[in-house]
Structure formats: structure tokens, C-alpha cells
């Protein structure tokens, strides 16, 4: 069974510019949540995606935004980059309310 | 609000050294307790897990007890090796709710030959 697979692995742009990242999820889960892994915060919940729903949201600005497709791949977008954006962006799926399966993560570097 | 708290790192051991790394929590309800390992440059691998109190969760010879009285997921391993250099995460997910991961700050672990 393949695992969650995220793409692209590495990103760098440019302030200002905007950027699409893609998850998709293990076969028959269709939960997705994202997360942003920085230095200094760790790991913060963006959000959650259900059958194509945002169920839950974490604290960030509305510049970061994401949708479920009716297959339950996820895609999360990120609008005017900062320089602070850098990150490790990591998706996981769940089938039920326990544990979640990451994916290896986006490395996206805003120069 | 839901946090975890984990103890401070890094952490460097000798092979064959009995390791632990304490994790405490706070949640209003009642919830499930993880820990996931993070190798370089790589996603995060769930370790073990447990879903209620007094559950053990165990794997590759990693332990960890969640106890409810304490509020605490530490994890052990008797005798680390060098392929266990990583960094650990502990985090909790409540059943009812808000289905996310609240992490700790995660712990480096080095082991040195």
C-alpha cells in the first residue's frame, strides 16, 4: 500500500510569489491535515480537510488556504510569500480518529 | 488549551545506554498519546502509540505508558543504538473534537558508537 506522497519534495521562491503544494493521501483515507515544521515553532496544525470539507483550522493568517479533492487528494496554497513562510510543510492522512501517516514533507525556502 | 511539553534536548547517549525522554501533557478531554520519530530529512514515522489510560505502547524496543495520574508518555529504550539517532516527537490527538495533533517541541537524540 503506497504511503502518503507529497509534491513537490523542494521549492524555493521569491516574496511575494504564491505557491501550490500537493498531498495525496493513502488509498481509502479520507482525512487529510496539514502541518508547517519550522525551527523556532516545531509543528503547528494548519488544517484539516474531510470528504472535500475544512473541518478544522489552526491560528494562521488567511494567506495560507487548501482544498480536498472528491479523490481526497489535498492541496494547500500559499498566498503572498514571506520570508518567514520557510518551512517543512507535512501532510497526513487518517482513516480514523487516531493515528495519523505523514508524508515526507515539502521543503519550501522563500528567498 | 491542549499542549504537550516534552523534556529539553539534545540528548546524546552511548550505545547501549538505557534512554528515556519524558513527555507530559494537558488536554481537556481525554486523549490519545503518540510518539513519532523524525530522521533527516525526512517526514515524521509514528513510533507507537496508546489510546487510553494504562495502555502500553511498544516498538522496534520502544516503550511508553500512558498514565493518566501523571499525565505523562515517557518513552524508554533499554539499549539504544546508533541507528536510533533522531529527533522524537510525543503528541496528542483527542478522539471528540478537533481531529490534530498537538506536538511537543521534539527531542535530538544522538547515539555515539
Known amino acids: 500500500k503506497a504511503g502518503v506522497t507529497q509534491t513537490p519534495r523542494y521549492l524555493i521562491k521569491t516574496r511575494g510569489q504564491q505557491v501550490t503544494l500537493s498531498c495525496s493521501p493513502i488509498s481509502g483515507h479520507r482525512s487529510v491535515s496539514w502541518y508547517q515544521q519550522t525551527p523556532g515553532q516545531g509543528l503547528q496544525f494548519l488544517f484539516e480537510y474531510f470528504s472535500e470539507t475544512q473541518r478544522n483550522k489552526g491560528n494562521f493568517p488567511g494567506r495560507f488556504s487548501g482544498r480536498q479533492f472528491s479523490n481526497s487528494r489535498s492541496e494547500m496554497n500559499v498566498s503572498t510569500l514571506e520570508l518567514g513562510d520557510s518551512a517543512l510543510y507535512l501532510c497526513?492522512?487518517?482513516?480514523?480518529?487516531?493515528?495519523?501517516?505523514f508524508g515526507q514533507g515539502t521543503r519550501l525556502t522563500v528567498v | 488549551g491542549d499542549s504537550v511539553t516534552q523534556m529539553e534536548g539534545p540528548v546524546t547517549l552511548s550505545e547501549e545506554a538505557f534512554l528515556t525522554i519524558n513527555c507530559t501533557y494537558t488536554a481537556t478531554g481525554y486523549p490519545s498519546l503518540f510518539w513519532y520519530v523524525q530522521y533527516p530529512g525526512e517526514g515524521l514515522q509514528l513510533l507507537l502509540k496508546?489510546?487510553?489510560?494504562?495502555d502500553k505502547g511498544s516498538n522496534k524496543g520502544f516503550e511508553a505508558t500512558y498514565r493518566k495520574e501523571t499525565t505523562s508518555f515517557h518513552l524508554e529504550k533499554g539499549s539504544v543504538q546508533v541507528s536510533d539517532s533522531a529527533v522524537y516527537f510525543c503528541?496528542?490527538?483527542?478522539?471528540?473534537?478537533?481531529?490534530?495533533?498537538?506536538f511537543g517541541q521534539g527531542t535530538r537524540l544522538t547515539i555515539n558508537p
Open positions: 496508546a489510546t487510553k489510560a494504562d
Open positions: 503528541a496528542l490527538s483527542l478522539i471528540q473534537g478537533a481531529q490534530k495533533l498537538v
Open positions: 497526513a492522512s487518517r482513516s480514523g480518529p487516531t493515528e495519523a501517516f
